[in-house]
Nanobody, 122 residues
């Protein structure tokens, strides 16, 4: 079974940076879009950013200007560079990959990883 594996989470102080990575355990054909989501304890999942196979990107308003999503050198891999981190950015960050934007944003569609914890101390 294909898995997405995230890495790069950790504990940082306010204003610090982290770089998250996501890679599929094997090549998956027809994955046109990959994205990042985050979930804090007791809160709903939040959309963070996505990138298409053509390189188009989109960001949640809360992270614009601070986070940058990019494709990795391997197919089905990507990064999330997070700068000027704030305590409200804390949560489990997980990546998803899907055929369409609708699948990516859907709760039960597409492929997703287990997540990596990001904690920003004040």
């Amino acid at each position: 079974q294909v898995q997405l594996v995230e890495s790069g989470g950790g504990l940082v102080q306010t204003g610090g940076s982290l770089r998250l990575s996501c890679e599929a355990s094997e090549y998956i054909d027809n994955l046109n879009i990959m994205g990042w989501f985050r979930q804090a304890p007791g809160k709903q999942r939040d959309y963070v950013a996505y990138i298409t196979v053509g390189g188009s990107t989109d960001y949640a308003d809360s992270v614009k200007g601070r986070f940058t999503i990019s494709r990795g050198s391997h197919r089905n891999s990507m990064y999330l560079q997070m700068n000027n981190l704030q305590p409200q950015d804390s949560g489990v960050y997980f990546c998803k990959a899907a055929l369409t934007l609708g699948n990516l944003l859907g709760e039960r569609s597409g492929y997703r990883g287990q997540g990596t914890q990001v904690t920003v101390s004040s």
